[in-house]
């Protein structure tokens, strides 16, 4: 079972930066890609940004500039600096991770609350 758990949320003005961490544990193979994406209040839940496990990597145009997604194969962890914030951004962030075993298997964290105030 694999579980992954977020940290690093809160609350931010407007301009100012936050990091997002997320460890995966459990029984872990087969890794495709690791991310994060978000759900605002009343809005689907949105790519932010994804690792793939030879370290392509790909973000939403809203984020391009301001967030970079990086991550620790060897310890499992995805980590998301975002500058610049903006009350636009405020949403729950979600960690993903994509297994690949002749079909995707996708598996999400609780999410961590990102606020950002103007």
């Known amino acids: 079972q694999v579980q992954l758990v977020e940290s690093g949320g809160g609350l931010v003005q407007a301009g100012g930066s936050l990091r997002l961490s997320c460890a995966a544990s459990?029984?872990?193979?087969?890794?495709?890609?690791m991310g994060w994406y978000r759900q605002a209040p009343g809005r689907q839940r949105e790519l932010v940004a994804t690792v793939s496990s030879d370290a392509t990597t790909n973000y939403a145009d809203s984020v391009k500039g301001r967030f970079t997604i990086s991550r620790d194969n060897a310890k499992n962890t995805v980590v998301l600096q975002m500058n610049s914030l903006k009350p636009d951004d405020t949403a729950v962030y979600y960690c993903?991770?994509?297994?690949?075993?002749?079909?995707?298997?996708?598996?999400w964290g609780k999410g961590t609350s990102v606020t950002v105030s103007s």
């Open positions: 459990g029984v872990i193979f087969s890794i495709n890609a």
């Open positions: 993903n991770l994509n297994r690949r075993i002749g079909i995707d298997i996708n598996y």
